[in-house]
């Protein structure tokens, strides 16, 4: 997931002894690297009022979240206030090795950048399509994806592009094809052009350094037009006065 992605978890606290066991409190906890034990403040509670034996209750923890990328552990423990007297202390927790949980930022980049023409004449109009990817393990959120008609080096955000695109968002691994019609140069030239993904930098990303397009740019050469006579056939070469 995400950082800052909401999700649920859902735990199922069983009796599995022979009386009833009285109130208590479960928590959760989003990362301990060993199993909590009794008055280990969790992050998040939940009573129970009662269960008889082998009685289950399922307890939903909403709207949890990480804020930075990692790798947790993820725990529940049954009567975090030891309220209740147990014939086994000692596994109250689980599951029994943690829950992991990864949070790992979304990765644009660009695949390709793919003009249907690479040499025209000013002002001639060309549509370019350009293959936006998201390679990272969480989905990234919308973005808007710029096209650089011409420089020298690779863009960054932030940045101003000459024509933006808005993307409404990839799933992880997910790939889109983006086409900007009617680019054109007004100049004779050759123009260096590149594409950016998330110009505004609104997107948290694993590597924020590989969002631009193609490596070395896709060059673009304008030529004028060039007339010239290529023939020219009289009817007849020899000819009378008038």
Known sequence: MAPNEPFRVEVVVNNQGAAPAGFFWTGLYLNSQTPPVVSTPADHYQAVGKLGPGESALLVFDYLSYPDPG???????????????????????????????VVSPPDLTIEA?????????????????????????????????????????????????????????????????????????????????????????????SNEDNNYGPPNGQPI???????????????????APN
């Open 71 to 101: 790798t947790y552990l993820l725990w529940a423990f049954a009567d975090t206030e030891a309220q209740v007297s147990e014939s086994n202390e000692d596994n109250n927790f689980g599951p029994p090795n943690g829950q992991t949980i």
């Open 113 to 205: 950048l793919i003009p249907d023409k690479t040499q025209v004449a000013p002002n001639e109009p060309f549509d370019v399509d350009v293959v936006v990817k998201n390679q990272g393990a969480a989905a990234a959120g919308g973005f808007w994806l710029g096209l650089y008609k011409n420089s020298g080096s690779p863009p960054a955000a932030p940045s101003n592009p000459d024509l933006y695109a808005w993307v409404g968002g990839l799933e992880a691994g997910e790939a889109r094809t983006v086409t900007f019609p009617g680019v054109s140069y007004a100049d004779p030239g050759t123009y260096l052009m590149w594409a950016l993904a998330d110009t505004d930098a609104r997107v948290v990303e």
């Open 221 to 239: 050469e304008v030529v004028p037009p060039d007339l010239i006579i290529e023939s020219m056939e009289p009817e007849k070469t020899n000819v």
